[in-house]
Nanobody
Framework: QVRLVESGGGLVQAGGSLRLSCLAS????????VAWYRQPPGKQREFVAT??????????NYADSVKGRFTISRDNAKNTVYLQMNSLKPEDTAVYYC?????????????WGQGTQVTVSS
């Protein structure tokens, strides 16, 4: 069974930092595009950041709202993708989800983690 497990969320004051982790089992994150999404209270889930596979150059892309403050990265040895969040704002409060899509093979499909809560106090 494919699992994505997020961790690292918590309560932080505005201006602070957190680093989220997304650990995968049964799939190799480095050969798939991985994204972070978030769902603020009472709102729809929205895109935050993505990192492409190694074969696609590990390119990164960010939502305008987090550009310059958040950094997505990957540790291939640990099969983990990170989201470093700096200069956090109250509007960053949300449940953060890790997502990947396996394009072919026996494990083909889209996968989501269970989410990790990030709360930024003003």
């Amino acid at each position: 069974q494919v699992r994505l497990v997020e961790s690292g969320g918590g309560l932080v004051q505005a201006g602070g930092s957190l680093r989220l982790s997304c650990l995968a089992s049964r799939i190799i994150l480095s050969i798939n595009t991985v994204a972070w999404y978030r769902q603020p209270p009472g709102k729809q889930r929205e895109f935050v950041a993505t990192i492409t596979s190694i074969t696609s150059g590990s390119s990164t892309n960010y939502a305008d709202s987090v550009k310059g403050r958040f950094t997505i990265s990957r540790d291939n040895a640990k099969n983990t993708v990170y989201l470093q969040m700096n200069s956090l704002k109250p509007e960053d409060t949300a449940v953060y989800y890790c997502n990947t899509n396996v394009p072919f093979g026996a494990l083909k499909g889209g996968y989501w983690g269970q989410g990790t809560q990030v709360t930024v106090s003003s």
